[in-house]
């Protein structure tokens, strides 16, 4: 069965610190992973992944895929309380998405 | 453009009811899907569509209906609500299942099941 895992469920950090969350898939016919971020609604959208190893970048956000260990990462460096959130690993097959259970990131001052 | 609409924002069933979930889009996308969201569980699809008159089945899709009669909506039918149905739903369009970058989620519907 299809499975997305996300790792770790919860994470808190305090302001300035970098970190790192996890997301790791065994799907079929794997087209792209993305990256959301859900703050009290509804997700929005940060990175999609399709090539291993090309890194998306956005301002403190990072992410990369390894298509041969079926993960990513998402890299937060120096953050702010803002970035807490819950962040939301999907993998998209041929007409689904399948999503991770979300990293909940608690960012205090 | 309003993107994705979702009503109600709220709604409270008893169990055994029936209700409609409606959701539209105005920005000529093919593809729409309903999504539940639980604790600790992230998103699940329940129902997704790749354009008008086709629709089809998701991971969870056991106790409700959805049908695409027009591009714009794509309402989601709770046949007879029960407690294990009560969720955050939330709709999402996009240009085609393979462009998720442009996928738009709508505000979501918070349903209670008592």
């Known amino acids: 069965e299809d499975k997305v895992v996300q790792s770790p469920l919860s994470l808190v950090v305090h302001e300035g610190d970098t970190v790192t969350l996890n997301c790791s898939y065994e799907?079929?016919?794997?087209?792209?992973l993305l990256w959301y971020k859900q703050e009290k609604k509804a997700p929005t959208f940060l990175f999609m992944l399709?090539?291993?190893?090309i890194e998306k970048k956005s301002g403190r956000l990072s992410s990369i895929l390894d298509k041969k260990e079926l993960s990513s990462i998402l890299n937060i460096t120096a953050t702010q309380t803002g970035d807490s959130a819950i962040y939301l690993c999907?993998?998209?097959?041929?007409?689904?998405?399948?999503f991770g259970a979300g990293t909940r990131l608690t960012v205090k001052p | 453009n309003a993107g994705v609409t979702q009503t109600p924002k709220f709604q409270v069933l008893k169990t055994g009811q029936s209700m409609t979930l409606q959701c539209a889009q105005d920005m000529n996308h093919e593809y729409m899907s309903w999504y539940r969201q639980d604790p600790g569980m992230g998103l699940r699809l329940i129902h997704y569509?790749?354009?008008?008159?086709?629709?089809d089945q998701g991971e969870v899709p056991n106790g409700y209906n959805v049908s695409r009669s027009t591009t714009e909506d794509f309402p989601l039918r709770l046949l007879s609500a029960a407690p294990s149905q009560t969720s955050v739903y939330f709709c999402?369009?996009?240009?085609?299942?393979?462009?998720?970058?442009?996928?738009?989620f709508g505000p979501g519907t918070r349903l209670l099941v008592l």
């Open positions: 799907v079929t016919n794997f087209r792209s």
């Open positions: 999907a993998v998209v097959r041929d007409n689904d998405m399948r």
């Open positions: 999402a369009s996009s240009y085609s299942p393979l462009v998720q970058e442009t996928q738009y």
């Open positions: 569509s790749v354009g008008a008159g086709i629709t």
């Open positions: 399709t090539s291993s190893g």
